[in-house]
């Protein structure tokens, strides 16, 4: 008898549910060809185990209320209490926020990535609610892209636009005979897309297209992020020196007598600005391979003759998105823009440029695009905002001043914070200031699976259902795939659903009506999914009648597939399609940008030198630069403690990868525990010697719970050690790969042992 399946969808894949004597089994979607094993573990005890059971409450805030200060966070212990009461005090606490301070005092950024699923979506349960209560300090940009999403948008198009509409595999397998990639094309990144990857893409589109005869080139300070089953030529660069390769590059292609400008001259604005800073003519150095090899570490022979064969061969020039999470991040990205201008095959098949393949699976998909569901999050009435890795600035300065996109804006006096659906003690810089900064507030609410570092800061902790716990409709932008997310087993200890948590706070406060729109759970799912067919109708596309819907579990897009040409219809007719910039065409000169007066991101592509790199005097004290780089076995911090994240690490921290060269200077052999230092913080690792890392470099992924034993990190979190700074006065992005530190073997002491475990927890005094 052939049972219908039912499905579950995950940031890194769908899983299909198998009820197996009573309790759900999950394995991966039959027809994916690489699907993900992150999260084939979700339901294993040991992940369960550190589950959020109760509302919690730390017990000055228990005893005391705001007036218990903020010292006590992270270290005083939790008293498990009712929800009626524990909403009660909630609900209290926002009116005497609101009230006394205002709605400019309750930041609600809460920035995170927190489950697949549209409607269970945490941040815009949480946003829908607060612009309800009065309005919330919001956050814009992303930890992802903060340099890229302000820039881009000036000079070329916006990132969702750029990402959406990368050229497909199926192109470059026929059109590119070149690949030429800044950071790789890891797969260990395309496992996930934000809101449920569908059928996994990336390792087969490398593979195909190295098959079908394209020839790839890895720029990059590693050498493993890119596995195409065939020779890739391997060039070590400094990190966060790429922006001087790409100019030296467009240098020798400008140089060469048979340069053809006809590209530049037609689809962009500013080659005469542009060029003038190439040459030298502006700024009297020209920026030849000669000259970027002193900084990159690339030899100017190899500058030269790429840039030779990249106009030679039709290329795909790419580039992580890591590249510009760093000092001066908005530089590599215009660089390569500019570097693809004056190659002058934007829009064609297989050539131009992507930002990028790698960091999803979505890029390269051939799948229809169109609107999928999404949660309608009212209006804020309030103005204030943060650029989102701002956090730390905005609680530790309230009043000060901060530029960003061209104006001035002051960080607002915060109260009350509130997260839903993110990990501040995983994703941000330099935790331990960011520890600081945590203290300030009143009030600290965050509604959590599991406990979390960041859930552990609190004074109220909402305990939270998982997507397998509840009704959902999942969808990711040209994934391909609308899934039916049907509840697999029922909630945890006493965990609720984000809606359900808010809906009742709503209630003690006056508008649970407005919030629910008198929808449950399915009338929701029901309203998303019919707007959702609504939208993808005008483009074209049939998706069967809810009730169908549900019962068939997956409506799977591919028959809408086409191959797709970024920039075609551009290149095409660029009056006709025109880019939303303000000339209509790609800025290599940016008057708007340059209009701000900004020292560090002026008008065109320029270098900078990082706030922290190879070549630094600060280089002397801490001679390595880490890269912190995504996680291959979990997302983020999530899923951390399950067995397949635990399985990769080293008596149980997360693994250092250092150059064979810079583990014998300092006595480091494979294994050894080694402490990662600067003055911003320490912590521990197990050292990996890895001839895949350049030499002055080391990489440590991002996602180890942090766990501080006084001013030691006990698990492996780099985020003690790097830099909370923004990437420049234009953005203010996060500049994580902006890093150095000192490495040492430990000799001098005993770890205490690796735990991942729940806080410590009071009776009711
Ligand atoms: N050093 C360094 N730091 C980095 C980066 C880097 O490259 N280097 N990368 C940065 C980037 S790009 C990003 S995007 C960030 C990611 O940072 P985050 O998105 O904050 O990290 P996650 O671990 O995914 O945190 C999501 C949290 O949401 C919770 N959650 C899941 N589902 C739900 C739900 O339904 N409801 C609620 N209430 N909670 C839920 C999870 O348990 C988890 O704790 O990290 C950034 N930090
Ligand atoms: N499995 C898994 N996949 C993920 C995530 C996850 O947590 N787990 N997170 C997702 C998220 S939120 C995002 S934003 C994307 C991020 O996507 P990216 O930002 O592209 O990912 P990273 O892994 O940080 O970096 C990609 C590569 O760039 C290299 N790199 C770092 N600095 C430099 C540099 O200065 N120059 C050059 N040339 N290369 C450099 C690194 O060595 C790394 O191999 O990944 C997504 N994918
Ligand atoms: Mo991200």
């Known amino acids: 008898m052939s049972r219908k399946r039912v499905y579950s969808a995950a940031h890194w894949g769908v899983y299909e549910v198998e009820q197996h004597n009573g309790a759900p089994v999950l394995h991966p979607l039959r027809d994916d060809p690489s699907p993900s094993p992150i999260g084939l573990d979700q339901l294993d005890e040991s992940v369960q185990r550190l589950r959020v059971r109760k509302p919690s409450v730390r017990r000055g805030w228990l ?52 489950s697949a699923g549209r409607f269970h979506h945490a941040q815009s349960q949480l946003h829908r609610f607060l612009n309800m209560a009065g309005g919330y300090v919001r956050s814009v940009d992303s930890y992802s892209l903060g340099a890229a999403n302000v820039l881009m948008p000036h000079i070329v198009a916006p990132m969702l636009e750029l990402n959406a509409t990368v050229t497909s595999w199926d192109v470059i397998m026929r059109h590119s005979r070149l690949f030429v990639t800044f950071g790789g094309v890891p797969a260990k990144n395309a496992q996930v897309s934000s809101g449920g990857a569908g059928r996994h893409r990336v390792p087969s589109g490398l593979r195909a297209a190295a098959q079908a005869g394209v020839r790839f080139v890895n720029i990059s300070p590693v050498r493993d992020n890119i596995d195409t089953g065939g020779p890739v030529e391997w060039i070590p660069i400094r990190p966060n020196t790429d922006t001087a390769m790409m100019l030296a590059l467009a240098y020798a292609m400008i140089s060469r007598p048979d340069f053809d400008a006809k590209f ?144 001035t804006h002051t960080y607002p006096d915060i109260r009350m914070a509130w997260w839903a659906g993110g990990n501040p003690f995983h994703h941000h810089q330099d935790l331990n200031r960011l520890a600081a900064a945590f203290r300030r507030p009143d009030t600290l609410v965050v509604q959590e699976q599991f406990w979390t570092a960041t859930a552990r800061m609190a004074d109220i902790v909402l305990p939270v259902t998982t997507t397998l716990e509840r009704n959902d409709v999942g969808f990711s932008t040209r994934e391909g795939l609308v899934i039916a997310m049907r509840q697999a087993t029922p909630p945890v200890g006493e965990s609720r659903d984000d809606h359900s948590i808010l809906a009742a706070v709503a209630r003690r406060l006056g508008f649970e009506a407005a919030f629910t729109e008198n929808l449950d759970e399915m009338g929701w799912l029901r309203r998303l999914y019919d707007e959702s067919r609504d939208k993808a109708g005008l483009a074209g596309i049939a998706m069967p009648p809810f009730e169908q819907f549900w019962d068939d579990g997956l409506i799977d897009l591919s028959p809408y597939d086409a191959p797709h040409v970024a920039f075609a219809a551009f290149r095409a007719d660029p009056d006709r399609h025109p880019l939303q910039t303000p000339s209509g065409r790609i800025e290599l000169y940016s008057e708007r ?22 070549g ?44 064979p060269q810079d583990a014998a200077k300092r006595g480091i052999s494979d294994g050894d525990l080694v402490e990662l230092f ?73 770890p205490q042992p690796v735990s991942y475990a729940a806080p410590p927890f009071v009776r009711r005094p």
């Not at 940008?593 to 790199?613: K, M, T």
């Not at 913080?681 to 197990?686: A, E, H, P, T, W």
């Open 264 to 407: 530049v001259g037609r689809y962009c604005v500013g080659f005469a600005q542009f060029r003038a800073y190439v040459t030298g003519e502006s700024d009297g150095q020209a920026k030849t391979p000669l000259w970027a090899s002193d900084i990159t570490g690339v030899p100017a022979a190899r500058i030269s003759a790429l840039a030779d064969e990249i106009l030679e061969n039709r290329t795909m020039l790419n580039a992580a998105w890591a590249l510009q999470r760093a000092a001066h991040g908005e530089q590599p990205f215009w660089a390569l823009v500019a570097l693809a201008a004056v190659a002058g095959q934007i829009g064609l098949p297989g050539g131009g440029f992507a930002v990028g393949y790698g960091p999803m699976n979505l890029m390269g998909s051939a799948h229809p695009r169109f609107g999928g569901p999404t949660l309608n999050q009212g209006r804020n009435p309030v103005d204030a905002f943060i650029p989102v890795a701002r956090v730390a600035d905005m609680l530790l300065r309230p009043g000060d001043s901060f530029t960003y996109n061209g104006k």
């Open 616 to 659: 630094a005097d600060a280089a002397e004290r801490y001679p390595l630069h880490l890269i912190s780089d995504q996680p291959a076995t979990r997302l983020h911090s999530q899923l951390d403690h399950a067995p397949h994240s635990q399985a990769a690490k080293a008596a149980g921290r997360e693994p250092c990868h250092i150059s």
């Open 593 to 614: 940008i340059a209009s701000f007066g900004l020292q560090d991101c002026p008008g065109h592509a320029v270098w900078r030198p990082p706030f922290e790199w190879l």
């Open 678 to 750: 600067n003055d911003r913080g320490r912590c521990l690792s197990s050292a990996v010697v890895d001839a895949a890392v350049m030499q002055g470099v080391i990489r440590m992924a991002t996602g180890a719970w942090l766990d501080m034993r006084g001013t030691l990190e006990n698990n492996g979190n780099p985020n003690v050690l790097t830099l909370d700074r923004g990437a420049s006065s234009l953005s203010q992005g996060c500049a994580a790969q902006t890093c150095l530190v000192e490495i040492r073997r430990v000799e001098d002491m005993v």
């Open 63 to 114: 005893e005391h209320g705001p007036r218990a200060g903020g010292g006590g966070r992270g270290q005083e212990p939790f008293v498990e209490i009712g929800w009626d009461e524990c909403l009660d005090r909630l609900a209290e606490e926002l009116d005497r926020v609101r009230t006394e301070h205002g709605n400019a005092a309750i930041f609600g950024g809460s920035y995170g990535w927190s």
